[in-house]
């Protein structure tokens, strides 16, 4: 096991990888930028560091920076969190070039599972189900208009290269789609320096499921079940659910088994997670992409499974086996997470950075749990993402959960910013999302509509 670990990150991943840190008896550093200097989690690592200014770019992402921090205090991995260089093949070389263990999969598998159009190809080798989509790149909106004459519209179109919900744009019919293509192509350059994109036949509506892989370095593969992430915004997700209701026990089971022909068919290791979406009127699923890094929602897996996954993590970049095998996995109860942050919903979610003058976060009880990094008296700064905490709750059942979580958004007190937490409420007691009778349409299409007439 390792003796040290540096934690290449911040807000609340930062700290819940500290956490699971200490309880396995390992020395943790803390990266911080200026703007962090009293971040909760440069306040509870063993030893923290400053890499740079507020800016992300010369600091969180300043790879030769964090590298510089790991080498200097003798950690001995780098565990990347979720954003920033959790998915950047060329640091976690570089980590593997100057002997710092990444607690990720290898550079070549995430450039391999990184580029859509790469993994595409290998998920149809692997026997996954794909959309139906262009083969390879496209560069141009003349290739985009006859790929989309061939495959149907309305069409989807991705950046190749991109995630986070950055050069994605729908195209409804042929009049729309050179516009668009040269739109999304600009962001993607802006934003992954490649704007090479890809099509895919929109799935729509359909449910976004994901399902928690775990891969040791022994060839060992397991899932830990799915998480129904089809509530979204401009393709961000904002509440998510373990597992979904609209996976029977024999669909889990060939989803699951594709997760994991997937996974193998690259040579995975760590955790990771294979997205798909499932059209429920047809009960098939497709292939989307996968996230070659721990999820936000990871805790849900957690509480319906009993693994602690950023554990597992560091286990399997230490070199362990996993202690169980699929057989050993049961989904228990019910499990939802709801995304707190600090956005004005009444201006279409604009950022609220600024102090927070009082906090009261929601406890008591058996099955619930408040993953944040923010304190009384602590300055959310402007620099980084707006999420303050994730509430996440576990019931015995679907309907258990969702009481739970009604109380918990309740009892959460958060003065001095603006927070999504009554709009979070509001969804939550929704009747269609207590029916479970949602998909990735119903909070653009139907709830938000009717939750801003309201306001």
């Known amino acids: 096991m390792f003796r040290k670990i540096l934690?290449?990150?911040?807000?609340?991943?930062?700290?819940?990888?500290?956490?699971?840190?200490?309880?396995?008896?390992?020395?943790?550093?803390?990266?911080?930028s200026k703007a962090d200097k009293e971040a909760l989690h440069t306040l509870l690592a063993d030893e923290a560091?400053?890499?740079?200014?507020?800016?992300?770019?010369?600091?969180?992402?300043?790879?030769?920076?964090?590298?510089?921090?790991?080498?200097?205090?003798g950690s001995e991995a780098i565990h990347p969190g979720f954003g920033f260089l959790s998915e950047n093949s060329k640091f976690a070389t570089m980590c593997e070039?100057?002997?710092?263990?990444?607690?990720?999969?290898?550079?070549?598998?995430?450039?391999?599972?990184?580029?859509?159009?790469?993994?595409r190809a290998q998920m149809i080798k692997a026997n996954v189900p794909v959309i139906p989509g262009s083969d390879g790149e496209v560069h141009t909106s003349d290739e985009a208009l006859a790929i989309a004459e061939k495959i149907g519209y309305p069409v989807m179109l991705k950046?190749?290269?991109?995630?986070?919900?950055?050069?994605?744009?729908?195209?409804?019919?042929?009049?729309?789609?050179?516009?668009?293509?040269?739109?999304?192509?600009?962001?993607?350059?802006?934003?992954?320096?490649?704007?090479?994109?890809?099509?895919?036949?929109v799935i729509y509506p359909a449910r976004h499921i994901e399902v928690q892989i775990l891969a040791d370095q022994h060839g060992h593969v397991v899932h830990l079940g799915e998480r129904d992430c089809s509530l979204q915004r401009n393709n961000q997700k904002v509440l998510e659910e373990s597992p979904s209701v609209a996976i029977g026990k024999t669909l889990r089971c060939q989803i699951g088994e594709a997760a994991v022909r997937a996974t193998q068919s690259v040579g995975y290791e760590n955790a990771g997670t294979i997205e798909f979406l499932f059209d429920e009127g047809k009960r098939e699923f497709y292939f989307m992409e996968m996230n070659t890094r721990v999820q936000v929602e990871h805790p849900i897996t957690e509480f319906v499974t009993g693994i602690d996954i950023v554990k597992e993590q560091i286990k399997i970049a230490a070199g362990q086996e996993l202690a169980f095998g699929q057989e050993d996995i049961h989904i228990t109860g019910h499990a939802i997470e709801c995304r707190i942050n600090a956005e004005n919903?009444?201006?279409?979610?604009?950022?609220?950075?600024?102090?927070?003058?009082n906090l009261y976060l929601p406890n008591g009880g058996v099955g619930l749990r408040v993953d944040s990094a923010v304190y009384p008296g602590y300055t959310i700064p402007p620099y980084y993402d707006s999420?303050?905490?994730?509430?996440?709750?576990?019931?015995?059942?679907?309907?258990?959960?969702?009481?739970?979580?009604?109380?918990?958004?309740?009892?959460?007190?958060?003065?001095g910013v603006v927070t999504n937490t009554r709009f979070q409420m509001d969804l939550i007691a929704n009747p269609n999302v207590i029916a479970g009778d949602y998909d990735t349409a119903f909070l653009?299409?139907?709830?938000?509509?009717?939750?801003?007439?309201?306001k």
């Open 49 to 73: 560091v400053c890499i740079g200014p507020a800016k992300s770019t010369e600091s969180y992402l300043n790879m030769n920076a964090v590298l510089s921090a790991a080498v200097l205090t």
């Open 97 to 119: 070039e100057v002997g710092i263990k990444f607690i990720g999969p290898s550079g070549a598998v995430m450039d391999l599972m990184g580029d859509k159009i790469n993994a």
């Open 159 to 201: 950046a190749s290269a991109g995630g986070g919900g950055k050069g994605i744009r729908k195209v409804e019919k042929t009049e729309d789609l050179a516009a668009a293509f040269e739109s999304a192509s600009s962001e993607a350059k802006a934003a992954f320096g490649n704007g090479a994109m890809y099509m895919e036949r």
């Open 444 to 454: 653009m299409e139907k709830f938000l509509p009717a939750y801003q007439d309201k």
């Open 345 to 357: 919903p009444a201006f279409n979610f604009a950022p609220s950075p600024g102090k927070i003058s």
């Open 387 to 415: 999420m303050i905490a994730k509430i996440i709750v576990h019931g015995e059942n679907r309907f258990d959960a969702l009481m739970k979580m009604q109380r918990a958004l309740y009892e959460l007190e958060i003065d």
């Open 7 to 32: 934690i290449a990150n911040r807000g609340e991943i930062a700290v819940r990888i500290i956490r699971a840190a200490r309880e396995l008896g390992i020395t943790t550093v803390a990266v911080y």
